[in-house]
């Protein structure tokens, strides 16, 4: 029977001079899979992802791909492609050279690969570029193109360098559906570096949270948010309020005017003033002077309110509330 | 219209160097021509000035009785050229030895630049770089005199190759292109150091994720990205090697270069115009080097 995981750490770890980078790491990525890799910068992340993909060798543990032990092997003879994260097209060959690339040094017919070629550049709707060059393209396009020079080659792991980091919000937001869509269609694994957390819960099948070196976590994007695992994983993953020994995310909150009366089905509740109103669209966002100490933040949406409304509420007395089951402790 | 506020502000008098500066905003051509003024006077009179008055010279003859030189035009200094046997010769000769030097400047400068812009750790670059350049500090005779030492009969080449039963080159061709070789090295190694720190790694990562071997990576990869760089050295090492006449006098043992025609001719000759027509030549050759280099596209990326 074929291996079911596409990619193993065990004890992974690298250190630059005195400085450890990764300080073991032990990690198993499913086949079929889109697995991210979240932290913020140092966290390691990324020197995981240069370690799979054997641009360098760990000074510890074992790295597998598919069963097989890699860690000695170089970045040529590893059934993995990476989409890098200033994209790194060849500025000296034209768009369909450059996703040549991988075929024609694996000395696969010309006919063949143009095909192949032309073919993986359909696939990330990039037609009739084939003679321009990199330079010529947008950061979009640029990025479309490093994809097809990956996917083209049909790796058994995609790794993804921080991709859409260059892309401007509303182009980010469309690849991130369409990374998704090309990721189901050619059901290979892809994993995925960020350190945008939107980003990971709403690509990813699974998330592992770096911090320092370490996996804080892993699991599905809801287990991460609602069952942070550790401190940092919770302030890392979202925002969260601390009150009293409990954790409870922004939009768990309810808020009401103090005088409006009962706090509905919410078996947990706390007083405060409102401080500062911050009305973002779609939501608004309360900051609020608790009674018994501290700050916590509340989220509502603005379903029959308007900035005008909203504004209005600085200064009143309000009245927390939430249920039990979307409290959290951490270590 | 009376509510409009005073021209100049108040707490800042309009000094004489404030307002040259606010001339100078006003009028770009005026402040152009300041710019430009030194360099173009320079290039004008002092450089492009002496090539044309050579390119006059060559025109000319000398008196053989007096010595003095006869300012009517004439051919017969590029006929004397284009004929003699011994010209043509040398300057072939001439040609051979700046080639050999700037491929054996290639083949040493690149590895040399890869290891410092890839390989060594970044903290140690400026050090190599000084190291690099440090020969060029010293005085240009004083480094062929060395070597003219290093390759005599009894020098230093000779003594250690000696228990290998291999002797060295001594005088001779073989001698010049090795030492105008030491000479122009660093003007090899800078322009390719520069480009190759240029070339992002992560191409190279990207060749190597991509199935490359390293032979591969260089050849399809660094060489045409680092192309315009070695275009670029290419002409220093050529154009330098192609006028120097001391080294071949010193350790070139009887050989002669373009640059000996014309220093013989400026002195024991006394010819100054046919001096001038032989320097014609190497101007003329560089000229067709830089057009070939032109061609393949180097110039532009520089």
């Known amino acids: ?331 | 219209m009376s509510g409009l506020a005073p021209t100049t502000l108040p707490g800042r008098p309009a000094s004489l160097r404030r307002r040259a500066a606010a001339l100078l905003h006003r009028r770009p051509l005026v402040r152009l021509g300041l710019l430009l003024s030194a360099p173009m006077l320079w290039l004008v009179v002092a450089y492009l000035g002496a090539l044309f008055a050579m390119l006059l010279t060559a025109f000319w003859s000398t008196d053989t009785f007096t010595g003095e030189v006869d300012r009517t035009f004439t051919w017969q200094n590029f006929q004397d050229l284009w004929t003699g046997e011994v010209y043509r010769t040398i300057a072939l000769r001439s040609v051979a030895v700046a080639a050999g030097v700037t491929v054996l400047c290639l083949a040493i400068a690149f590895p040399m630049a890869f290891y410092m812009a890839k390989v060594a750790r970044p903290r140690w670059r400026p050090y190599l770089l000084i190291a690099v350049l440090t020969p060029l500090w010293a005085a240009y005779l004083v480094k062929v005199y060395a070597w003219r030492v290093i390759l005599a009969d009894d020098g230093l080449l000779n003594w250690a190759l000696g228990p290998l039963g291999a002797r060295g080159p001594g005088y001779g061709l073989t001698a010049t292109v090795l030492v105008l070789t030491y000479l122009w090295l660093p003007y090899m190694i800078l322009p390719i150091y520069t480009g190759l720190e240029r070339l992002p790694d992560s191409l190279l990562d990207a060749s190597g994720d991509l199935g490359a071997g390293t032979l591969r990576t260089l050849r399809r990869v660094v060489a045409p990205m680092v192309f315009p760089s070695i275009a670029a050295g290419s002409l220093f090492t050529f154009s330098l090697s192609l006028g120097d006449y001391i080294t071949v006098k010193i350790v070139g043992g009887r050989g002669q270069l373009i640059g000996n025609v014309v220093y013989d001719n400026i002195g024991a000759a006394n010819d100054l115009p046919f001096a001038a027509a032989v320097a014609t030549v190497p101007v003329v050759v560089m000229l067709v080097y830089i057009a070939a280099v032109r061609r393949t596209g180097a110039l532009e990326e520089l």
Do not use: C
């Open chain 1, 1 to 331: 029977m074929a291996d079911q995981t596409a990619v193993r750490l065990s004890g992974v770890r690298k250190s630059f001079g005195a400085v450890d980078a990764v300080a073991g790491v032990d990690l198993e990525i499913r086949d079929g899979e889109f697995f991210s890799m979240l932290g913020p910068s140092g966290s390691g992340k990324t020197t995981v992802l240069r370690m799979i993909a054997g641009f360098e060798r760990p000074t510890g543990g074992r790295v597998e791909l598919a069963g097989r032990d890699v860690t000695a092997l170089a970045p040529f003879d590893r059934d993995v492609n990476t989409v890098f994260q200033d994209y790194a097209l060849f500025p000296h060959l034209t768009i369909l050279q450059n996703v040549e690339y991988g075929l024609r040094v694996r000395k696969v017919a010309k006919a063949r690969r143009r095909e192949r070629a032309r073919e993986a550049l359909r696939s990330v709707r990039l037609e009739g570029f084939d003679d321009r060059r990199p330079a010529q393209l947008s950061g979009g396009q640029r990025q479309r193109v490093a994809l097809a020079r990956a996917l083209v080659n049909e790796p058994r792991v995609l790794l993804l360098d921080e991709p859409l980091g260059a892309l401007d919000l509303k182009l980010r937001e469309e690849m991130q559906v369409e990374l998704k869509e090309i990721q189901r269609r050619a059901g290979i694994t892809f994993l995925f570096v960020t350190h945008d957390q939107e980003e990971a819960l709403t690509m990813s099948d699974r998330v592992a949270v770096f911090n320092r070196g370490r996996v804080e976590q892993v699991g599905t994007p809801a287990e991460v948010y609602e069952r942070p695992a550790t401190a940092f994983v919770a302030a890392f993953v979202g925002t969260s309020n601390r009150i009293g020994d409990v954790h409870v995310r922004p939009e768990k909150i309810r808020l009401d005017l103090l005088d409006a009366g009962g706090a509905g089905e919410a078996d947990r509740s706390a007083t405060g003033t409102v401080a500062e109103v911050v009305y973002a669209g779609p939501h608004t966002r309360f900051v609020v002077d608790l009674d018994g100490g501290g700050r916590a933040v509340a989220l509502q949406q603005n379903l029959q309110t308007s900035s005008m409304d909203v504004m209005r509420l600085r200064d009143e007395r309000v009245r927390l509330s939430w249920r039990a089951e979307h409290e959290f402790l951490t270590p």
